[in-house]
């Protein structure tokens, strides 16, 4: 199984700044994906990071409000950018095993004030 | 696009089994995965199923039928750490993009 790191693993941000949120994984992915998991709520899929290329958005999800960084095949970044309240929630990344599951980081409790 | 739908809430005793339901609808279809997911930690993989049938892994195991789009998890012996958010998520295939999406969830609660 992938070993997962995310830092910070939790900040409390003021209204209209940005915050970098970091990925690191124990080995090589080519697949990187970024959720959203408001309180109560599911996972949502904000995008997917491929080493190389261009990040894929979801519907609603914009890159100016999301920038994705994905410089190597064991990191990624996702920025959360002119915060507000709204985006309080737990941001987790993600990537694919050697097998077909899917495995989590520890995730980035997000408050907004 | 895909629709998931499990129950929101199941409550069980100690010893007994739960099943939990999951109906979904996309295309592109590439596998249907169970995670647990106990309150403020991050979800954790519990099964995978690509082919129709049954898949057992110790006390859990998952069941798909394609034709239906319909799968379940199966708990059996049910301990008090197994009172969780149990999440249904599908994976589509989406040009040369996988997709992972996610039900709302269901609350298991086990009581003594």
């Known amino acids: 199984s992938a070993v997962i790191s995310q830092k910070p693993s939790r900040d409390i941000c003021q209204r209209g700044t940005s915050l970098t949120i970091q990925c690191q994984v124990d080995?090589?992915?080519?697949?990187m994906f970024w959720y959203r998991q408001q309180p109560g709520q599911s996972l949502t899929l904000i995008a997917t990071a491929n080493q190389g290329s261009e990040a894929t958005y979801e519907s609603g999800f914009v890159i100016d409000k999301f920038p994705i960084s994905r410089p190597n095949l064991t990191f990624s970044t996702l920025t959360v950018s002119n915060m507000s309240p709204e985006d309080s929630s737990i941001y987790l990344c993600?990537?694919?095993?050697?097998?077909?599951?899917?495995?989590f980081g520890p995730g980035t409790r997000l408050t907004v004030t | 696009g895909q629709n998931i739908d499990q129950p929101t809430e199941m409550t069980a005793t100690e010893g007994a089994i739960v099943q939990i339901n999951c109906t979904y609808q996309t295309s592109g279809f590439n596998g249907l995965f169970w995670y647990q997911q106990h309150a403020g930690e991050a979800p954790t993989f519990l099964s995978y199923n690509v082919l129709d049938g049954l898949e057992e892994k110790g006390r859990f195991s998952s069941f798909l039928s394609r034709s239906k789009g319909y799968s379940y998890l199966l708990l059996k012996e049910l301990q008090m750490k197994d009172s969780a958010s149990y999440l249904c998520a599908v994976r589509e295939l989406n040009s040369n993009d996988y997709k992972l999406s996610f039900g709302a969830g269901t609350t298991v609660t086990v009581r003594a």
């Open positions: 993600s990537v694919e095993g050697s097998g077909d599951e899917q495995y």
């Open positions: 080995s090589q992915v080519t697949m």
